[in-house]
Nanobody, 114 residues
Framework: QVQLVESGGGLVQAGGSLRLSCAAS????????MGWYRRAPGFQREWVAF???????NYADSVKGRFTISKDDAKNTVFLQMNSLKPEDTAVYFC????????WGQGTQVTVSS
């Protein structure tokens, strides 16, 4: 059983930055993939970015060029650096890890004011 705990959310003005962290109780270097998803009010959860065990990354078009996913295997932590934030980035952000099954964190709220 793996636990994922997100942190770093908050309130920021449009154009600002936030850095989310996801601390895993298991070894992320053995995960097939670690990722971030988000769910905005009234919308379904959507994929934001992922990073594979070998460090390959991919991003949703809506965040490409603004968000950067990275990881620190030694600290079993995944990060999401979010720059040039927009009001439409407002959502609860969830960390996801794929080992033998999917694991999810509880989420952290990001609110971007205009």
């Amino acid at each position: 059983q793996v636990q994922l705990v997100e942190s770093g959310g908050g309130l920021v003005q449009a154009g600002g930055s936030l850095r989310l962290s996801c601390a895993a109780s298991g070894s992320i270097s053995s995960a097939a993939r670690m990722g971030w998803y988000r769910r905005a009010p009234g919308f379904q959860r959507e994929w934001v970015a992922f990073i594979t065990g070998t460090g390959r990354t991919n991003y949703a078009d809506s965040v490409k060029g603004r968000f950067t996913i990275s990881k620190d295997d030694a600290k079993n932590t995944v990060f999401l650096q979010m720059n040039s934030l927009k009001p439409e980035d407002t959502a609860v952000y969830f960390c996801n890890g794929v080992w033998s099954r999917d694991y999810w964190g509880q989420g952290t709220q990001v609110t971007v004011s205009s």
